[in-house]
């Protein structure tokens, strides 16, 4: 009996201090960098098939952490009349993508880049274009015109991925972009 | 032997006028079904010669773009790529000879004949002009 005991006492510590070893298993931590380095630098990359297909099919998918909540009720009130365009949808679609935009605006996302966009906005305002806003601006006032709208490449602010050539991963740092004509963008 | 050649040609001309029929009314499930919803919404039978009409016709509006047409975006070949007029967004080919995706979808195509005839007309579309539009693109082919 004393035997048994002993064997299982030490078949629990060996356990109990093998916990840490597999908790900080490689991969896993490997992981947890990734997840934390993308928060800390983009927004969240859009990971909704019916978005991508029913938004996507007029123009670049916009990640939702790109606006607050308020902003995509607002879009999702007045898709007859979506920047000039029609863009109305069955009120099933329409219901289940503004639940995923509602879920993934920039005002409930860890995300960096998207808490700079809801912070740059006043609390007074709902904003349509994501061009417009404050940190949009400050991040673009750099950029000569010639480059954007003289562009014909590009055209206009609205073609985030004209230049930022991961966008739709969410991803808009500096190393990515790559403006046709003109090559990478050095600040 | 010029009467060989003569009745050999007078045979491939029939066998391709009689196939050629066939060719073109490839067997779309979905464009019979909604051709038959649009007649109980009151069409008759779909003309291909309005449908090009409607197709290429310029329609004035109040907008950004004030002379709208399906070709804005569509380009006047179906079996050509477009592109969105604003986004400049590729939009693929609308003959289902050049692209086997489209017109198999009721609920894209109503999707669509909403939105745009309401961007381009500035209306929705009427049952037989629906029709009539859904059989010009089945037909256009690149032959």
């Known amino acids: 009996m004393k035997g048994l005991l002993a064997i299982s006492s030490i078949v629990f510590t060996i356990g109990v201090l093998s916990i840490p070893v597999v908790w900080s298993d490689d991969d896993f931590n490997w992981k947890e960098t990734g997840k934390y380095r993308d928060k800390s630098s983009g927004v969240a990359a859009i990971t909704n098939p019916l978005y991508k297909e029913e938004c996507g099919s007029c123009h670049m998918s916009y990640p939702p952490g790109l606006l607050p909540e308020r902003s995509w009720v607002r879009m999702m009130s007045g898709l007859e009349d979506h920047f000039g365009d029609n863009a109305e949808l069955d009120s099933e679609t329409a219901r289940s993508i503004e639940q995923f935009l509602l879920k993934n605006s920039a005002d409930k996302s860890e995300y960096k880049r998207s808490r700079k966009f809801n912070q740059s906005i006043k609390s007074d305002v709902t904003p349509l274009r994501i061009s417009e806003l404050s940190y949009f601006k400050h991040e673009h006032d750099e950029i000569p015109k010639r480059m954007v709208t003289g562009n014909a490449e590009v055209k206009s602010f609205s073609q985030c991925n004209a230049c930022h050539t991961k966008a739709e991963q969410g991803k808009f740092n500096e190393h990515d972009i790559n403006i046709p004509g003109f090559g990478k963008w050095d600040d | ?143």
């Open chain 2, 1 to 143: 032997m010029r009467y060989r050649t003569k009745l050999s040609v007078l045979l491939i001309g029939l066998v391709v006028s009689l196939s050629l029929p066939g060719l073109i009314q490839a067997e779309n499930k979905t464009v019979n079904k909604l051709l038959d919803i649009y007649k109980n919404q009151g069409a008759t039978v779909a003309d291909l010669k309005n449908g090009e009409m409607l197709w290429k016709k310029t329609y004035i509006s109040k907008g950004e773009f004030p002379k709208r047409s399906c070709t804005t975006c569509h380009t006047e070949d179906l079996t050509k790529t477009g592109k969105h007029i604003k986004t400049g967004k590729e939009i693929k080919p609308m003959a289902p000879a050049a692209n086997p995706d489209r017109l198999t979808s009721i609920k894209k195509i109503n999707k669509w004949f909403k939105r745009n005839c309401k961007w381009t007309m500035g209306r929705e579309c009427t049952a037989q002009e629906k029709a009539n539009m859904l059989v010009y693109i089945e037909n256009q082919t690149n032959f």
